[in-house]
């Protein structure tokens, strides 16, 4: 079984202060790890992704995550906010079946970000 | 050069009609997916087709009936539409297989609105 936890609903920053997402996950083997972006009334958009390479994974946009093993974590980062990163963030685990991958999806986050 | 397309982008209907939603990606790849988005953004997986078989078919009512008439297509029938099934779905794609290419690409999504 696997599951993603993300700890915050909301998070609200001020433009041009870092960002953090935190993600919590269970799985029963290696597992692989997302960050999916969907900005408002649009589909989701790849982040950036963990696969047993690299445990800090640089994304798209200037994220970036890491991966904790001990804290089974994957939280996403950000030096700097931007108003267009303002948008509903998922924390995704993923589960290699026969012929398919399925995912489990965290509940999001809501990203607010204050000029 | 849309890599998942989805038609329609909106969908109004009327109780206990019967529509149908088409996916289409031109990705190469093998296998797809129907994911619905409820009222509260929480994503959860419908169905997984790899190679027009049907993989995943988590439970879902069985008034939904998923079509693959080849790899590239994957398209979602509803009979009897409910106000319930009002939600935004999603279809996905992904190469099953390929080290390090696990992630799924996502259509722009089909806002289903049940009257």
């Known amino acids: 079984a696997q599951s993603v936890t993300q700890l915050d609903s909301h998070v609200s920053v001020s433009e041009g202060t870092p960002v953090l997402l935190r993600c919590n996950y269970s799985?029963?083997?290696?597992?692989?790890l997302f960050w999916y972006v969907q900005h408002p009334n649009k589909g989701l958009q790849l982040l950036l992704k963990?696969?047993?390479?690299?445990?800090l994974v640089k994304g798209i946009n200037g994220f970036e995550a890491e991966f904790k093993k001990s804290e089974t974590s994957f939280h996403l980062t950000k030096p700097s906010a931007h108003m267009s990163d303002a948008a509903e963030y998922f924390c995704?685990?993923?589960?290699?079946?026969?012929?398919?991958?399925?995912?489990?999806f965290g509940k999001g986050t809501k990203l607010s970000v204050i000029p | 050069d849309t890599a998942v397309s989805q038609t329609p982008k909106y969908l109004v209907t009327q109780m206990g009609n019967d529509k149908s939603i088409k996916c289409e990606q031109n990705?190469?790849?093998?296998?797809m997916y129907w994911y619905k988005q409820d009222s509260k953004k929480f994503l959860k997986i419908m169905f997984s087709?790899?190679?027009?078989?049907?993989?995943i078919n988590e439970t879902v009512p069985n008034r939904f009936s998923p079509k693959s008439p080849d790899k590239a297509h994957l398209n979602l029938h509803i009979n009897s539409l409910e106000l319930g099934d009002s939600a935004v779905y999603f279809c996905?794609?992904?190469?099953?297989?390929?080290?390090?290419?696990?992630?799924?690409?996502f259509g722009p999504g089909t806002r289903l609105t049940v009257l």
């Open positions: 087709y790899n190679n027009k078989e049907l993989i």
């Open positions: 996905a794609s992904s190469q099953v297989g390929r080290e390090g290419h696990n992630e799924q690409f």
């Open positions: 995704v685990v993923s589960r290699s079946g026969a012929g398919s991958y399925q995912l489990t």
């Open positions: 963990y696969t047993s390479a690299a445990t």
């Open positions: 990705l190469g790849h093998d296998t």
């Open positions: 799985s029963s083997y290696s597992p692989s």
